[in-house]
Structures are given as C-alpha cells and as structure tokens.
C-alpha cells in the first residue's frame, strides 16, 4: 500500500496537466477574432505570425488559400506570389 502514495501527487499533476491541455485545444476564435488579428497583415509571414500555420493550404499555381477553422466558421485568406488579398469568412462545411 505505501509504494503507491509516491504516485499520486505524479497521477494528480499528470491529470491536471492533460485537462488544460485539453480545455485549450477545445477553444476556437470567431470568425471576427481572427480578421482583428491578421487585419495589418498584407503578406504570407505577417498572417504567419498573426495566425500560425493555417488548417488547410489550398494551392494553383501562384494562387494559394490559407484556411483557418474558427469555432463559428471558416476565415479564408487568398494569396498571390507573397501578398494578402481580402478576407473571406464561411460557414464549416458538414462530413
């Protein structure tokens, strides 16, 4: 019985750390979130460093669309060569 009570203070901590990892995965921004965010940037490493890497990366040719998920939809960003057009926002789409 004794050997396990060094465990638990172990089990506890590992427990706490899983459900904040958690509870932070489990938050999205708004749509609107996420266009206050990038609004200043015009090119690919400002969204980058405004955003992160985007959930989808949509690619013809010099045309790309960078896709982020927001928990009330999409925000879609089109890019030609390194420069930002204007923000497109959507609904999910339903699997």
Same mark, same amino acid.
């Given at each position: 019985?004794?050997?396990?009570?060094?465990?638990?203070?172990?089990?506890?901590?590992?427990?706490?750390?899983?459900?904040?990892?958690?509870?932070?995965?489990?938050?999205?921004?708004?749509?609107?979130?996420?266009?206050?965010?990038?609004?200043?940037?015009?090119? !690919?490493?400002?969204?980058?460093?405004?955003?992160?890497?985007? !959930?989808?990366?949509?690619?013809?040719?010099?045309?790309?669309?960078?896709?982020?998920?927001?928990?009330?939809?999409?925000?879609?960003?089109?890019?030609?060569?390194?420069?930002?057009?204007?923000?497109?926002?959507?609904? !999910?789409? !339903?699997?």
């Amino acid at each position: 019985m004794t050997a396990l009570r060094p465990r638990r203070p172990l089990f506890a901590a590992f427990a706490l750390a899983a459900t904040l990892a958690l509870a932070g995965c489990l938050h999205e921004d708004s749509k609107a979130e996420i266009v206050k965010k990038a609004e200043q940037a015009t090119t !690919k490493a400002e969204l980058r460093a405004a955003l992160g890497e985007p !959930k989808t990366l949509n690619k013809v040719g010099p045309l790309e669309e960078w896709v982020y998920e927001a928990s009330d939809g999409v925000v879609r960003f089109p890019i030609l060569g390194d420069r930002v057009g204007p923000v497109v926002t959507g609904e !999910k789409t !339903k699997n």
